[in-house]
């Protein structure tokens, strides 16, 4: 992957910061896209793309078209290419149905479903050049359905689906897409919302009984992107534990023991 340039957005913390690591671990340039907000005690932008190594930081909101459209105008100019785009910036913002006002869902749609939209469109010209490829960020939200995330888990599964529709528009011109759809992940988010109760429960659904690690999100990323997964495209891989794939059984039932007749 040597001497190649990627875009990941979302990238000053969490799986998007992984990523952009593991990224350059491998030689790879990478353009470093976020808002800027901090979030808890979780480095900005500038802070976190400070001594990484061969970065550009881009303090852009991927919602908005005309940044968007300045995102790859400087990544071309920095870096002179770009084959990898990595959708992964997004909000998430759980609450009850009646208490989701349109503004509120229309907050979570435009980072993300709009921001992958845009930013897939726009990169495309460059990726076409390059062969390169797509891998936007969903969530186990939208494979499985749950409370409080009438927003987020609609927008995530749209995700999912926009991905098909990529990846069969795209691939004639020698573009991949893909998507991952984490489970429960191990941030320092996750460490400040989810109470011992949450944690447990999560773990108990779990088939691998624990949470993921933002860097074990980061690797199935960049494998997507990386040559051996030359023949991928159009599919959805939830690193997720195992979650997805239990469905709705009851994870009491994985501690029953049945006698042997």
């Avoid at 976020?34 to 991927?62: H, T």
């Avoid at 290419?81 to 989701?100: K, M, S, W």
């Avoid at 907050?107 to 479903?113: D, I, P």
Wanted: glycine share 8%.
């Amino acid at each position: 992957m040597t001497g190649r340039t990627a875009i990941v957005t979302g990238a000053a913390r969490g799986i998007g910061l992984a990523t952009t690591k593991l990224f350059l671990a491998e030689g790879v340039s990478v353009a470093m896209v976020d808002r800027d907000v901090p979030a808890l005690e979780e480095a900005a932008l500038e802070e976190a793309a400070r001594n990484l190594g061969d970065v550009l930081a881009l303090p852009y909101d991927i919602s908005r078209p005309h940044a968007v459209a300045a995102m790859i105008a400087d990544t071309r100019a920095r870096f002179g290419r770009i084959d990898y785009l990595v959708n992964n910036a997004g909000v998430a913002d759980f609450g009850p149905l009646e208490r989701t006002d349109f503004e509120r869902w229309r907050a979570v749609m435009a980072t993300n479903l709009d921001g992958v939209f845009l930013c897939s469109q726009a990169a495309t010209p460059e990726l076409k050049k390059t062969g390169g490829c797509i891998v936007n960020v969903a969530s186990i939200s939208g494979l499985r359905a749950s409370t409080l995330r009438v927003a987020y888990g609609t927008s995530k599964a749209a995700v999912i689906h926009l991905t098909r529709q990529q990846a069969a528009e795209l691939g004639e011109y020698g573009i991949r897409v893909n998507c991952v759809a984490p489970g429960p992940v191990r941030t320092k988010l996750a460490a400040a919302v989810h109470t011992r109760e949450i944690v447990d429960a999560y773990h108990d659904a779990i088939p691998l009984n624990r949470y993921g690690s933002e860097e074990e999100i980061a690797n199935v990323i960049v494998f997507l992107c990386s040559d051996k997964a030359s023949y991928v495209t159009g599919q959805m891989i939830a690193a997720d534990g195992g979650f997805e794939a239990t469905g709705v059984g009851l994870p009491a039932l994985r501690a029953a023991r049945l006698d042997e007749t």
